[in-house]
């Protein structure tokens, strides 16, 4: 350790001999005496176990702008004017919040939430048909080019809409496996012109027959990938979902209910981030 305090002055003392020679060297001395304030602090930090305390020389001077609360958490000023943003933009998101409840499902179908994820259920003639989605990424980004244009043609920002994509599984009684769509909303298929033939918002990506209420989808199963299927059969498995529900009036209301439930639940993350920068 002797040894280790001696190299350090020695050096000390090499760069204050230098520091009138040279303007180099009174650049590069500040550099070195950190690292030899570095090397005093180490030795005092094992030397000081015996003695309790640190020099107050090595003392660090600079006070934190921190604030006193019950919760002993953290405050500075920046999470001051973060609270403050937030409280704003709270109360933005709520003036444009357009449903304060979900829309309701027609054709009968039942809701279970769990947090970002709901799940549709309908029964009919023995079969029960489960449609689950979940919005988190469900918000298409909105590109550079389609901005501009907006703020060219019309001042209100556009409408968010939330398309996430959703698995349908069919179930028959007596059946071993379900049949399982993988569905997602095409960016150029979510909307209809006027005069237009009207065509599918939603399209079949994979299908496959899985176990029944199994969540992860087992790889190991035998999937059906849609881009290089015959029309004719892609058809038949659009046509089978519409059968049980699942058409464009379904997709139009998935959308608006997704919608709704991203909402709520991204003034409820504000809320809850709010909650944690003021620490209540």
């Known amino acids: 350790m002797l040894k280790s305090v001696s190299r350090a002055v020695q050096l000390a003392a090499r760069l204050s001999s230098r520091s009138s020679a040279s303007t180099s060297a009174i650049s590069a001395a500040p550099r070195l005496s950190r690292t030899f304030s570095r090397s005093i602090w180490s030795l005092s930090g094992s030397s000081g176990a015996s003695s309790g305390s640190r020099p107050r020389l090595l003392t660090a001077t600079r006070a934190l702008p921190t604030l006193s609360c019950g919760c002993g958490s953290l405050h500075t000023e920046g999470d001051k004017a973060f609270a403050e943003f937030l409280a704003d933009e709270i109360k933005e998101e709520k003036k444009i919040q357009k449903n304060a409840t979900l829309p309701k499902m027609s054709g009968g179908w039942e809701l279970e939430l769990n947090g970002t994820e709901a799940k ?3 029964s009919l003639a023995g079969e029960k048909v489960t449609v689950t989605f979940n919005v988190n990424n469900s918000i298409p980004p909105q590109l550079e080019e389609e901005h501009e244009q907006t703020q060219k043609g019309q001042e209100e920002e556009p409408d ?3 398309t996430p994509n959703f698995v349908v599984e069919v179930t028959k009684q007596g059946a071993k496996n379900s049949l399982v769509f993988d569905c ?12 237009e033939e009207e065509s599918d918002i939603f399209s079949i990506r994979e299908v496959s027959f899985q176990p ?3 969540t992860d989808w087992k790889e190991t199963s035998y999937t059906l990938n849609t881009d290089s299927l015959d029309w004719a059969l892609y058809d038949h498995l659009m046509d089978f979902l519409a ?3 699942v058409d464009n009036t379904f997709a139009d209301e998935l959308m608006e209910m997704s919608t709704a439930l991203e909402h709520q639940e991204y003034i409820k993350f504000l809320d ?3 909650a944690f920068v003021k620490c209540k």
Not at 184 to 195: C, I, K, N, V
């Open 184 to 195: 997602h909303f095409p960016e150029d298929e979510t909307s209809h012109g006027e005069g």
């Open 212 to 214: 029944e209420g199994d």
């Open 160 to 162: 968010i809409v939330s």
């Open 272 to 274: 809850d981030l709010s």
């Open 243 to 245: 059968d049980r529900g």
């Open 120 to 122: 549709l259920i309908r």
